[in-house]
Each structure stands twice: as C-alpha cells, then as structure tokens.
C-alpha cells in the first residue's frame, strides 16, 4: 500500500493529473461548443430545445440535422472514444513508475494529437491532417498500454 501512496506523490502521477485534467476539459468544452452551434445554426435534435428559440414559424423546422453541428458533434464523439481510454490506460501507465521524460512524451503527444485533431475536425482541413492526428494519438495510448501489460507480465 505503501508504494502506490509513493507512486501517487510521484512527478509522473502529477503530470498525468495535469495532462488528463487538460483533454478531459476539452472534451467537456466540446458539449458546449455543440450547444453553440445548435443555437447559432437553430438546429436542434428535441421539439422542446426549440423552446430556446424566439420565432413565430412552425418550431418543428429548428429540430433538423446541420452539417456544421454534426461535425462538431463527431469530434466530440471522437473525444469520448480517446480519451476516456488515454485517461484510463494512462493512469495505470503511471502507476507503473515509468521515467519522467517518457511519460511527459507520452501525455504531451496525446494532448498535441487531440488538440490538432479537434482543429481539423471542426475546421474541416482536408486529410490527412485529422487522420494522423488521430493515429498519433492512438498509437500513444497503445504504447502506454503496452508498457502496462509487460510491466504486468514480468511481476
């Protein structure tokens, strides 16, 4: 017990802290710039979310699909499927008392990748800037877990 104590007081479990604290607040910014974008587009995906809006039309005509929302909306989609694993994985890679340097490579380059990611999804930049963006990301993730499991296997 003692060690996980020593491996939570760590730089490296700060790092992760840090870094996981910065692309969870993104994802959760993401919800708010769909939002955004639901009211600025007035396309909303509920007849009462029309409420929000002030027309006199027919209110079943704001609960559309917008192709602008929808993208914004996939990139939060994308966020849920990276970096809820990134913040899991990299919590156990942490816990495996890697060196400093490595680990701040690991988080910085997922944290980079997301970022860069976000940027070419919603601004529609052509491929394959969003497509590396997120191998890049992923393939972090995987180097993580597979620091994980060899640590895991060799106890």
């Known amino acids: 017990m003692a060690e996980v104590v020593h491996m939570i ?10 870094y996981a604290t910065i692309v969870v607040l993104k994802m959760m910014l993401m919800s708010l710039m769909t939002a955004y974008f639901r009211m600025t587009k007035q396309a909303f995906s509920n007849l009462e979310d ?3 809006v002030k027309a006199t039309e027919d209110r079943k005509k704001f609960v559309r699909v917008d192709p602008d929302v929808e993208r914004v909306r996939r990139c939060h989609l994308n966020d849920l499927e990276n970096i809820i694993p ?5 919590l156990l890679y942490a ?9 701040l490579l690991h988080f910085r ?5 997301r970022f860069v990611h976000t940027v070419a999804y919603v601004m529609a930049v ?16 995987f180097s993580m877990a597979y620091r ?4 895991a296997l060799f106890l």
Do not use: E, K
């Open 126 to 141: 052509p491929q394959p800037t969003r497509a590396l963006a997120f191998g890049i990301g992923l393939f972090t993730t």
């Open 148 to 151: 994980v499991l060899t640590t």
């Open 109 to 113: 380059v997922f944290v980079g990748s």
């Open 86 to 90: 990134f913040v899991v994985i990299g």
């Open 50 to 52: 029309t409420n929000l």
């Open 95 to 103: 816990l495996t008392g890697p060196d400093l340097s490595m680990a």
């Open 9 to 18: 007081d760590s730089d490296v479990f700060l790092a992760f802290s840090t």
